[in-house]
């Protein structure tokens, strides 16, 4: 079993900045993906926001490109994104994902955090 574990979420005006992180945790063989995903109320999706493989690819919903960064420290198992000029629309609860590698077949399980609030006010 792997734990994702998110921080950093808050409320914050309009055009300032918040910083996510993400842990993973547990019995862990490699972690390729990981990523982060946010829903908004009645919303029943999640919606991809940005994206990392464990070969450095990454990858951004047209919303956040050029305001969001995505990085990852792999020896921490943890990924993080660094959110810039946040408007009101990217108010939603944001959820970690994380793609494990069980074994050495391919064999992947689908993890998600508990999911952290980001109130931006305007």
């Known amino acids: 079993q792997v734990q994702l574990v998110e921080s950093g979420g808050g409320v914050v005006q309009a055009g300032g900045s918040l910083r996510l992180s993400c842990a993973a945790s547990?019995?862990?063989?490699?972690?390729?993906?990981m990523g982060w995903y946010r829903q908004t109320p009645g919303k029943k999706q999640r919606d991809m926001v940005a994206?990392?493989?464990?070969?450095?690819?990454?990858n951004y919903a047209d919303s956040v490109k050029g305001r969001f960064t995505i990085s990852r420290d792999n020896a921490k198992n943890t990924v993080y994104l660094q959110m810039h000029e946040l408007k009101p629309e990217d108010t939603a609860v944001y959820y970690c994902?994380?793609?494990?590698?069980?074994?050495?077949?391919?064999?992947?399980?689908?993890?998600w955090g508990q999911g952290t609030q980001v109130t931006v006010s305007s």
């Open positions: 994902k994380a793609v494990h590698k069980r074994d050495l077949f391919g064999f992947t399980d689908t993890y």
């Open positions: 547990g019995r862990i063989f490699i972690i390729s993906a």
């Open positions: 994206e990392h493989s464990s070969g450095g690819t990454t």
